[in-house]
């Protein structure tokens, strides 16, 4: 037998299956799918060093293993957390969990504002569906929300620091991806923020992800801005010869025109390829791009909810022809 032979047995809220070893719990989730899946909001498969920072996807592990059957005396990160053979976890059926997850989403909002209609990220924002399936209607939080100094980041990408919850991916993405990262996490406690130390502009060829791993608005793309509600658009999957990326991308059109271009996600709301800012920034002309089809979006969306409808309401378009 080698060591590929051996899969270790898990229990995921009663299913059973089978992962190799040194599966995380919640990929293993993933792997059976819908409701027993914990939501995600900072970790990120194809970021090294993502996750354990946003406590989203803390699950019950109600049997350790089966040489060690004890509990674990606390819920765990499930994207951090090994799976061990004859495992028991409880996600969706535990009272203690979705509790807990109310307590995280809360705390995730205690300095976010509510501010989704105007927000670009509306519609396609991690935390709006996670408040919406685990938040509550009302607050505890009475004291003064923090603010900060707005910094300009160059002329592709907006922050908004106040809707950021530090989980880092933005982080990872300019370390792993581009040649020399601009920007990190700045200060310790309630002053941490996301900044460039000494103003700066990023503008490395492939840092234009950083708004597709941005799992809030706080990241949002400059040239499209304000220009209509993703849930007016028709995302379609669409090619281009690119010398610097795959040019795998999906466009995202009002009638004829390309109002966004961003990477193709999974289910999970993942990058599957990431694309340069020259595919994502500069190619807005429908000539530019090889038009596939439309793009089914299997994550629960409103944007799949309206069916991309033919004729959006025109005086939320604003495209900029210049
Ligand atoms: S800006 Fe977005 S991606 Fe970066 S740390 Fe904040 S929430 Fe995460
Ligand atoms: S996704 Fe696990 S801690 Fe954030």
């Given at each position: ?7 270790f ?37 194809s ?15 109600v ?16 994207c951090?957390?090994?799976?061990a053979d004859g495992?028991e976890?409880?996600n ?6 979705l ?17 989704c209609?105007i ?9 709006q569906?996670?408040a ?20 300009d ?24 991806l ?5 920007h ?49 658009t028709?995302?379609?999957?669409a ?17 004829d ?9 999974d ?42 409808l ?13």
């Amino acid at each position: 037998m080698t060591d590929s032979d051996i899969k270790f047995k898990i229990i995921i809220d009663g299913i059973q299956l089978e992962v190799d070893p040194g599966t995380t719990i919640l990929n293993a989730a993933r792997l059976i799918g819908g409701e027993a899946v914990p939501p995600a909001m900072c970790y990120y498969s194809s970021l090294d060093g993502s996750g354990g920072k946003c406590r989203t996807c803390l699950v019950e592990v109600v049997k350790g293993s089966e040489k060690d059957p004890r509990p674990m005396p606390k819920l765990v990160a499930s994207c951090m957390t090994l799976v061990a053979d004859g495992m028991e976890v409880n996600n969706k059926i535990s009272e203690k969990v979705l509790e807990a997850r109310a307590g995280v989403v809360e705390f995730l909002l205690i300095n976010h504002p509510l501010d989704c209609p105007i927000c670009d990220q509306a519609g396609e924002c991690d935390l709006q569906n996670l408040a919406y399936a685990h938040g509550k209607s009302n607050t505890r939080y009475d004291f003064e929300r923090r603010t900060f100094d707005k910094i300009d980041i160059g002329e592709y990408i907006k922050l908004h620091m106040t809707r950021c919850i530090l989980c880092y991916r933005c982080v990872y993405v300019a370390n792993q991806l581009t040649d020399k990262r601009e920007h990190g996490i700045l200060m310790r406690g309630d002053a941490t923020e996301i900044g460039t130390f000494i103003e700066k502009n990023l503008k490395n060829d492939f840092i234009g992800n950083v708004i597709d791993v941005c799992p809030v608005g706080a990241l949002t793309d400059k040239t499209f801005r304000f220009k209509s509600r993703v849930w007016y658009t028709k995302p379609m999957d669409a090619h281009r010869n690119c010398s610097c990326c795959k040019g795998k991308a999906v466009v995202w059109m009002i009638g004829d025109e390309i109002a966004r271009v961003t990477a193709r996600k999974d289910q999970y709301g993942e990058v599957k390829e990431f694309i340069c800012n020259e595919c994502r920034f500069e190619k807005k002309d429908k000539f530019d791009w090889t038009i596939e089809g439309p793009r089914n979006i299997d994550r629960s969306s409103v944007i799949s909810a309206n069916h991309y409808l033919e004729d959006a309401p025109k005086h939320t378009i604003l495209l900029n022809k210049a």
